[in-house]
């Protein structure tokens, strides 16, 4: 793939490379963010767009009081 055009990846939190690969059945939710909502949340790393998957095994972040 051509890194370039390719989509910046977001599992558990954490950026990972588009070479990775996951057990479906351990994937918990996707999320696709396009255009100037991606660029907002990561910068220009995220010009082609943003698939954020959290995967059953994530850990949750604790919410602060």
């Given amino acids: ?9 977001i599992v558990d939190g954490k950026e990972k ?3 990775m690969t996951l ?3 351990n ?5 696709v963010l ?4 991606a660029k907002k949340l990561y910068g220009d790393k995220a ?3 943003v698939i954020i998957i ?5 850990i949750p972040l604790q919410q602060k009081n």
């Fill in 23 to 25: 057990d479906e059945d």
């Fill in 17 to 19: 490379d588009s070479t």
């Fill in 34 to 37: 396009k255009d100037g909502a």
């Fill in 47 to 49: 010009n082609n767009g």
């Fill in 54 to 58: 959290t995967t059953k095994d994530a």
């Fill in 27 to 31: 994937i918990k939710s996707i999320e």
């Fill in 1 to 9: 793939k051509n890194r370039a055009s390719s989509s910046f990846y």
